[in-house]
Structure formats: C-alpha cells, structure tokens
C-alpha cells in the first residue's frame, strides 16, 4: 500500500503567504510524489468551533477551497473533499470518544489556554469553553484515523494533537481489534518543508491574530502592494548601506527565489538600494509566482457550481475508504 499523507485546514477565514509557503505550496509538491497517496480536506466541522456565522464560514470554505485548486492541486490525483460532506467522520468521532480519557483531553493546550485567559479575566475557568472545543482534540483523530494516514504535515502548535490521536488510536485498537490486524495505523507528524514558518510584516510569525499577513489571492495586486509598503524597516535612504537581516522582508523574498536571485537581492541592499525598491522587486516577485493563480482562483469563486461539483465529486472518493472501514468498526 502507498504511503499515505493527510492535510486539514480550519475554515474560519482567509489564507496569507505565510500558509501558501508553509503548508500549501510544499503540500501541493508533495502531492506530486507517485509513492505517495494524499489526502486534503476543509475542516469546516472544526471550524464551527470557532467561528458561529454562517456566512463567514461558507464564505472561508469555498477560499480555501478555491486556494488548493489555483495553487495547482490536482483533485483526480489526490483525495480533496470537505471535512461535513464525510458523515463517516463525525460517526468515527463518537466512537472515538467513547475510548478517550476526560484527563486527555485535560492536558490539550488549546483547551488549557482557553481556561488559563478566563480565570486571568476573573472569569469561571470553563467560561469560553464549549464541548467542541474540549473535544477538538478527537475530532482531529477521527479525520486522520478515518484514511490510516501515515503522515501529518503540521506546524509546531499541532504536534500535541497529533500524540493524542497516536494515542486515541492505540487504545482503540488495543480494546477491539484482532491482534495483529489493528484498524489503525499511529500517524506521525512530519515537519521538514511542511513547517516553514514565514514572518510577517513586524518580523514576528505572520499570523493573522498579529494583524501582520500579506493576503494570498484576495484583493488582487493591490492589496499586496499595500500589505508589502507596511513591512517594517529602518529609516535609511537610498544609497546608504543596508542591513539585509535587519527586515523580514529580505525572508520573504528568498521564500519566492532561488538562492542566486536571493543573493544579488541581499548585494543590492548591502550596495545601498532603497527600502521602496526593495519592496517593488519583492511585490514583482511574489506576483510573478502568484498572479496566475489568482486568476484562476477569481474564476473559480465565481463559479461556485464547478467548485461544488468538485468537492463532491472529492467526497464520493473519500467515503469509499470511510464506508469500507466504518464497516468493519461497526461489526
Ligand atoms: N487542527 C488543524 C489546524 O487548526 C486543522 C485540522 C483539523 C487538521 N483536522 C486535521 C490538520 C487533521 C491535520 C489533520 O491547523
């Protein structure tokens, strides 16, 4: 059997370059692997957990969906399907989290720092906390147990979840299944590429919570043209010499070139070129990459129907693998 990968993304807002370059960018290469059967999906069930409008979510989930596809992915290769259009899953969950142990879910960080920013605002400590997000944990297993994903490309802040599901996933195979046929194989979270953390415009992680991203496709040239004009420097003029390390954007330029063109750009700010020029021959750069998948990703937001036609197409493909093994969870 092919190794197999899997890949979430919460649905509950836009995507910046720090998302394409960090997780789907590498993702869409490592799609093209042929030893490699991968699967990618929207976690929109997730991402009621943090978002309750309606509008926004739907809004997120077809971004997103749209970003993957003008990104390059290819849905007859790989498995690409909304998380809510797998009724398998919120199933495989139950049963999940009838094997979990409350202390487990106890320990999950982003549980922890839900009650650690209540009682810092004198509040009850399980104020902001709802069920889901308690159980977020088990519901990330289920999505990866449900395909017998080998590997889990995630950034540092998922390592947790994916221990727990490494753990959810023994103790189930330890009560139920036949010794020597496990139902699920432990997933590993793999990092290398897949974890490349960009800094945003203030030279810390760009995250949008920092308010620091450079949007991905929405708002055109424009909109990146003006997030780049926000990315801190010092206040030396043209001509004067240029600390290259001193910016993120010297980073961010060399995230979107080869090392020989990232060299003659770092030269030319130790040479003295200005700050603007810099930040002109980065937008030139990024654009260059991502222009023209922004037209395709504007095509497809407003071609909602192909999209949906897609994402079910995708879905019908999933459940084959969540039906087969659901059925042999059920007997
Ligand atoms: N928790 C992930 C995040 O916030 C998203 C996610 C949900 C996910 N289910 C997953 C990621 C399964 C990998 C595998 O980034």
């Known amino acids: 059997m092919?190794?197999?990968?899997l890949t979430g993304i919460t649905t509950t807002g836009t995507l910046h370059i720090g998302n394409y370059v960090?997780?789907?960018?590498?993702?869409?290469?490592?799609?093209?692997?042929?030893?490699?059967?991968?699967?990618?999906?929207?976690?929109?069930?997730?991402g009621l957990i943090k978002c309750q409008d309606p509008e926004r979510l739907a809004k997120s989930r077809m971004q997103i969906s749209a970003t993957w596809l003008a990104a390059g992915l290819d849905p007859e290769r790989v498995v690409f399907y909304?998380?809510?259009?797998?009724?398998?899953?919120?199933?495989?969950n139950?049963?999940?989290?009838?094997?979990?142990?409350?202390?487990?879910?106890?320990?999950?960080h982003a549980y922890k720092a839900s009650v650690d920013a209540a009682v810092a605002a004198g509040k009850e400590p399980d104020a902001d906390v709802t069920m889901g997000?308690?159980?977020?944990?088990?519901?990330?297993?289920a999505d990866i147990l449900m395909f017998n994903a080998n590997e889990v490309p995630v950034g540092h802040d998922q390592l947790q979840h994916l221990e727990i599901a490494r753990d959810i996933a023994s103790t189930f195979n330890y009560l139920y299944?036949?010794?020597n046929k496990p139902f699920?194989?432990?997933?590993?979270?793999?990092?290398?590429?897949?974890?490349?953390?960009?800094?945003?415009?203030?030279?810390?992680k760009m995250s949008k919570s920092y308010n620091n991203v450079i949007p991905l496709f929405e708002g055109g040239r424009a909109a990146l043209d003006e997030a780049i004009s926000r990315i801190v420097t010092d206040s030396r003029l043209p001509g004067e010499r240029k600390d290259p390390d001193s910016t993120s954007l010297t980073v961010i330029y060399e995230a979107f070139s080869t090392p020989e063109e990232s060299k003659t750009f770092r030269e030319a700010l130790v040479a003295g070129m200005g700050w603007g020029e810099a930040k002109k021959q980065l937008a030139d750069k990024i654009d260059?990459?991502?222009?023209?998948m922004r037209e395709r990703y504007n095509y497809l937001m407003s071609h909602p129907e192909e999209l949906e036609d897609t994402l079910l197409k995708g879905a019908a493909k999933a459940r084959v693998y969540a039906q087969e093994l659901m059925e042999k969870l059920r007997e």
């Not at 960090?22 to 997730?46: E, T």
């Open 177 to 179: 299944a036949p010794k």
């Open 184 to 204: 699920f194989t432990l997933p590993q979270a793999t990092g290398g590429s897949a974890v490349e953390v960009l800094p945003g415009l203030d030279g810390r």
């Open 2 to 5: 092919k190794k197999r990968t």
């Open 22 to 46: 960090g997780a789907i960018r590498p993702a869409i290469r490592d799609s093209r692997n042929p030893d490699v059967q991968s699967f990618y999906f929207m976690a929109d069930l997730h």
């Open 94 to 108: 139950w049963l999940l989290t009838c094997v979990t142990g409350k202390g487990l879910m106890n320990r999950a």
């Open 82 to 92: 909304r998380q809510s259009d797998i009724p398998e899953i919120p199933l495989l």
């Open 288 to 292: 260059a990459e991502i222009g023209p």
């Open 133 to 141: 997000l308690y159980c977020y944990p088990v519901l990330m297993a």
